[in-house]
């Protein structure tokens, strides 16, 4: 299922039912041909004929008296030996910074919810939500099914590959930005790696487990509900890259266009059948928090600050009505109280511990700096 196959072992990740639609991040399936198996030491040469025609190839013109060389260690434990690496090794090198100091538990407070910590510091709470709550919703669904004719094709195509809609807006290419886009992809799987901890935890029924007129267009994916993978993965893109951008009136206009499009892609799984409006708004709420965690961790030295952010069902729909059915592009919050979109509680900043010295993230996030502002972008 993985389109990103070929990038340097990411694929793979793609059965994360669709989450790993970034693959292919613009082409880096094939790269090494052979289409190893991710992960492992196989590579283009790992076939018969090849083997078999090096293994000629080197006693024909090898010469046993040629000079050799005692190549000096790279630096003990240094970040700038990245490079060195293959984009597999590299991911994992990336994740686990990534996962350091961070949980996914119950919250002890009563209520069936879980809690995303960062060193300790609650940045999201989200309560289980009765079946009342999304029985409310679902002639929201059964609504948006007359938009599917239209949507088809969006839904279709973003069932694994959002990268396609993230590049026509942003330009990104995987050659020419290949260490934002490498960022970018473990900045997904470490969102899938939280999400679905959630997902599981909470374990909230798809839309067709409340009627059989659901009749979803697509296959109704193996996991729960709530909250939407694809909303919390689309806004977290959005809110990375509106970092990552420069300033200025036209980048504005582009942060701008990201969160439209993470608004619409949320959207199109509920039409498609598969979620319900509260999935996207809660997937939204733990993308835009997980962005503002892996921001905090990229830069070095900076006192990371995250907002922490709370749903329970009982509250938001005491402020924003039963459906849910809230414009998604609205401000998220505010410092400390909600903004426009006012269905969730804000309990202030948390900080979150940053790098006190380079590290791999750090490397990785300076250099894909440095190429963006080498391509004014």
């Given at each position: 299922m993985s389109l990103l196959g070929g990038y340097g072992g990411y694929g793979g990740y793609g059965g994360y039912g669709g989450y790993g639609g970034y693959g292919g991040y613009g082409g880096y399936g094939g790269y090494g041909g052979g289409g190893p198996v991710p992960g492992s030491l196989g590579d283009a040469f790992a076939n018969p004929l090849v083997c078999?025609?090096?293994?000629?190839?080197?006693?024909?013109?090898?010469?046993?008296?040629?000079?050799?060389?005692?190549?000096?260690?790279?630096?003990f434990n240094d970040p700038a030996n990245i490079p060195r690496w293959e984009s597999w090794v590299r991911s994992y090198l990336v994740q686990w910074e990534l996962c350091k100091?961070?949980?996914?538990?119950?919250?002890?407070?009563?209520?069936?919810?879980?809690?995303?910590?960062?060193?300790?510091?609650?940045?999201?709470?989200?309560?289980?939500?009765?079946?009342?709550?999304?029985?409310?919703?679902?002639h929201r669904v059964l609504c948006w099914a007359d938009l599917r004719l239209d949507r088809i094709p969006e839904i279709l195509a973003q069932i694994d590959n959002q990268f396609a809609f993230v590049a026509s807006v942003t330009g990104l290419n995987p050659d020419r930005h290949r260490n934002?886009?490498?960022?970018?992809?473990?900045?997904?799987?470490?969102?899938?790696?939280?999400?679905?901890?959630?997902?599981?935890?909470?374990?909230?029924?798809?839309?067709?487990?409340?009627?059989?007129?659901?009749?979803?267009?697509?296959?109704?994916?193996?996991?729960?509900?709530?909250?939407?993978?694809?909303s919390t993965q689309a806004f977290m893109l959005a809110r990375l890259l509106s970092f990552m951008l420069p300033t200025g009136a036209y980048f504005d206009s582009m942060r701008e266009q990201l969160y439209r499009q993470a608004a619409r892609i949320a959207t199109n799984r509920v039409i498609a059948g598969v979620h319900f409006?509260?999935?996207?708004?809660v997937g939204r709420l733990l993308g835009h928090s997980i962005a503002e965690y892996i921001i905090?961790?990229?830069?070095?030295?900076?006192?990371?600050?995250v907002v922490y952010r709370e749903f329970d069902a009982s509250v938001a729909t005491a402020t924003a009505g039963k459906d849910l059915d809230l414009d998604l592009v609205q401000p998220?919050?505010?410092?400390?109280?909600?903004?426009?979109?006012?269905?969730?509680?804000?309990?202030?900043?948390?900080?979150?511990?940053?790098?006190?010295?380079?590290?791999?993230?750090?490397?990785?996030?300076?250099?894909?700096?440095?190429?963006?502002?080498?391509l004014a972008m």
């Amino acid at each position: 299922m993985s389109l990103l196959g070929g990038y340097g072992g990411y694929g793979g990740y793609g059965g994360y039912g669709g989450y790993g639609g970034y693959g292919g991040y613009g082409g880096y399936g094939g790269y090494g041909g052979g289409g190893p198996v991710p992960g492992s030491l196989g590579d283009a040469f790992a076939n018969p004929l090849v083997c078999t025609a090096l293994v000629a190839n080197r006693d024909a013109t090898s010469n046993p008296g040629a000079p050799s060389q005692t190549p000096a260690n790279p630096n003990f434990n240094d970040p700038a030996n990245i490079p060195r690496w293959e984009s597999w090794v590299r991911s994992y090198l990336v994740q686990w910074e990534l996962c350091k100091g961070v949980t996914v538990d119950p919250s002890g407070m009563g209520a069936s919810a879980m809690e995303l910590k960062a060193d300790g510091q609650t940045i999201v709470r989200i309560a289980q939500p009765s079946t009342a709550f999304f029985d409310a919703q679902l002639h929201r669904v059964l609504c948006w099914a007359d938009l599917r004719l239209d949507r088809i094709p969006e839904i279709l195509a973003q069932i694994d590959n959002q990268f396609a809609f993230v590049a026509s807006v942003t330009g990104l290419n995987p050659d020419r930005h290949r260490n934002t886009v490498e960022l970018l992809v473990n900045a997904i799987q470490f969102t899938v790696l939280v999400e679905m901890q959630f997902k599981h935890a909470l374990a909230c029924w798809r839309p067709n487990q409340y009627s059989a007129q659901v009749q979803p267009v697509i296959t109704t994916p193996g996991h729960g509900s709530f909250p939407s993978g694809h909303s919390t993965q689309a806004f977290m893109l959005a809110r990375l890259l509106s970092f990552m951008l420069p300033t200025g009136a036209y980048f504005d206009s582009m942060r701008e266009q990201l969160y439209r499009q993470a608004a619409r892609i949320a959207t199109n799984r509920v039409i498609a059948g598969v979620h319900f409006p509260a999935d996207s708004v809660v997937g939204r709420l733990l993308g835009h928090s997980i962005a503002e965690y892996i921001i905090a961790r990229l830069t070095q030295g900076n006192a990371g600050r995250v907002v922490y952010r709370e749903f329970d069902a009982s509250v938001a729909t005491a402020t924003a009505g039963k459906d849910l059915d809230l414009d998604l592009v609205q401000p998220i919050d505010t410092l400390y109280t909600p903004g426009p979109f006012n269905c969730y509680q804000i309990h202030g900043q948390v900080g979150v511990n940053t790098a006190a010295a380079p590290s791999v993230l750090t490397e990785l996030f300076n250099e894909g700096q440095a190429e963006r502002a080498a391509l004014a972008m």
